[in-house]
């Protein structure tokens, strides 16, 4: 696949997200060299304590009154280095399970920790000190992917759809494929393979709300940052005529591809209603904008696969299910691992970056031309493991 680029020395490669969920960071390390994926190693995930989730909750309501990331509040300089402790902090454990050590690993692809995403504005900013992680742990790192896509006048997102089209490349089983990643937005690849020597179509985008809401409301209304299993929804009724209000937004309309902030949505419109009932209705707000998100595609997809903490959520992967007229499952069933599959795609990107090769093209970002992106931080001196 030209898309992807040509073969190259195999690296182990360690992958960190931490989403807009606000959860914690996801770890997880394969081989690859960026265009093929050899085989996968451990993966973990390294939960925030309620002490640091609100410190993040707290970032992201500083920056949204900011007007770009230059010479950020104190604050955020101190969450900043908070955040990449604690991300260095899950390299080490992710290593401590196999009994490897920094010296085996070839580089970290470090995302950051989204504060906001205004592409619209010409900026994004993924809180992330990538020069701090490569001295804390003694290894080569990547972060900062997305700007390069923004300033080459992208959405500066998806850019998971390459590593996507990768792993599905490695077995078909259908010709026309959307993977769904239900995170804090929800977004979707659209992939058309051709020939076998075709490189194949792509398309990506954010398809809407994702957990953002349902954690919102859920937190508000059972002090749980989840509604967990999908039960607070399944014992509501849907007020169908608040989701066709929030399903009037101009954003499902415009073409791809397009993005979202985590808070473009919120649960204003939902106030009012019982916990219940308020859960119900932004469950089928969720699957109503991936129902719509079908008029984009060029063809509809044989099969859908779902991956993010959505896809844990039963009520909606069941509405999901009866509103689309396909196979929709976990990507389990591929084989994949759908709490690791970003921070596994973000190690994919960190190969490419160190490469040169693309890490977003026209169709899934919006970019005027396939763009490399990426900052690579070499460590300086030994490394050490700082308490959290």
Known sequence: MSVLGEDGEIK??????????????????IYTDGVRIERHGP????PYNPEMREKVKEGLKIASGCAGKENPPEAITQLEQDLTDWHAEAVFELLEMTGQSPTDVDLIGFHGQTLTHKPDRGWTWQLGDGGRLAGLTGITVVNDFRTADVAAGGEGAPLVPLYHAALLARARRHNVVAVLNIGGVANVTWV????????????????????AMLDDWAEIHTGKPVDTDGNLAARGL??????MGMMASPYFDETPPKTLDRDDFNIQAVRGLSAEDGAATLTNFVVESVVSAQSHFPAPPEAWYVAGGGRHNPTLMRRLRRRIPVLVDPVEVLGWRGDAL??????????????????SVPSTTGCSEPTIGGVLHEPRGRFSRRAR
């Open 238 to 243: 849907s007020h169908e005529e608040v989701v």
């Open 342 to 359: 970003e921070a596994e795609a973000f190690a994919f990107l960190a190969a490419r970056a160190e490469r040169g090769l693309v890490l």
């Open 12 to 29: 182990c490669v360690i992958g960190l997200m931490s989403g807009t969920s606000m959860d914690g960071i996801d770890a997880a390390m």
């Open 192 to 211: 058309k393979f051709g020939d076998d020597e075709d490189e194949p179509e792509i398309i990506a985008f954010d398809t809407g709300p994702g957990n």
């Open 43 to 46: 993966s973990m995930t390294l």
